[in-house]
């Protein structure tokens, strides 16, 4: 069975203290692999998608990397306003569904 | 605005209701999702349409759910008889035939009291 797991379920970072949230992931046949960030009370909004072992891209502070097993999300510098659910979501091969982890819940304190 | 939107942002119904929700997708995209999230958790795949076609529904979806997308443009997702474990934001998604652009509305929160 597809299986999606983030970790940790929750960071606090002092604003400037770089980290990495992790997403570990069992599909048959990876089609693609999405990050989206949510706020409280609003919908997923779209960060990347990575397709391939290897791959890597970037946005403001933020890059995501994949591997065969998992995939990383480096926040650099993190400022306050970086604060939010990041949700990570696998999509197989022979379906348009995503499946998604439990998130991580990161809040960057000034 | 060329976001997917959704009506209403909040419902509150009492048990034993039947509810509505409707989404408009991103114009150009022609695939529509609806996915169920509770607090703490992921969103989680319910069903999706391709053009007018229902092509795939998850075991969430009992009978007392029914969703249509009857002209290939906006969606409905009807609950019958809410019951108070439907209480969660219900989120919808459109992307074109790639499935990769996977786009979110900002959800309908549904209160079951």
């Known amino acids: 069975e597809d299986q999606v797991t983030q970790s940790p379920e929750a960071l606090r970072l002092q604003e400037g203290e770089s980290s990495s949230l992790n997403c570990s992931y069992t599909v048959s046949g990876l089609r693609g692999l999405f990050w989206y960030r949510q706020d409280p009370g609003k919908g997923p909004e779209f960060l990347f998608t990575?397709?391939?072992a290897g791959e890597e891209k970037e946005k403001e502070r933020l890059k995501a990397t994949l591997t065969k097993k998992e995939s990383f999300l480096h926040i650099t510098a993190p400022k306050p306003e970086d604060s939010a659910t990041y949700l990570c979501?696998?999509?197989?091969?022979?379906?348009?569904?995503?499946?998604f982890g439990t998130g991580t819940r990161l809040q960057v304190f000034p | 605005d060329t976001g997917v939107s959704q009506d209403p942002r909040h419902k509150i119904t009492k048990r034993g209701q039947n509810v509505t929700f409707r989404c408009d997708p991103i114009s150009e995209h022609n695939r529509l999702y609806w996915y169920r999230q509770t607090l703490g958790q992921g969103p989680e795949f319910l069903t999706y349409?391709?053009?007018?076609?229902?092509?795939?529904k998850s075991r969430l979806l009992s009978d007392r759910f029914s969703a249509e997308r009857p002209k290939g443009s906006f969606s409905t997702l009807e609950i019958q008889r809410t019951e108070q474990g439907d209480s969660a934001m219900y989120l919808c998604a459109s992307s074109t035939r790639t499935g990769w652009d996977y786009t979110f509305g900002s959800g309908t929160r549904l209160t079951v009291v």
């Open positions: 990575l397709y391939s």
């Open positions: 349409f391709q053009n007018e076609a229902q092509l795939e």
């Open positions: 979501a696998v999509q197989e091969g022979n379906t348009d569904k995503l499946i």
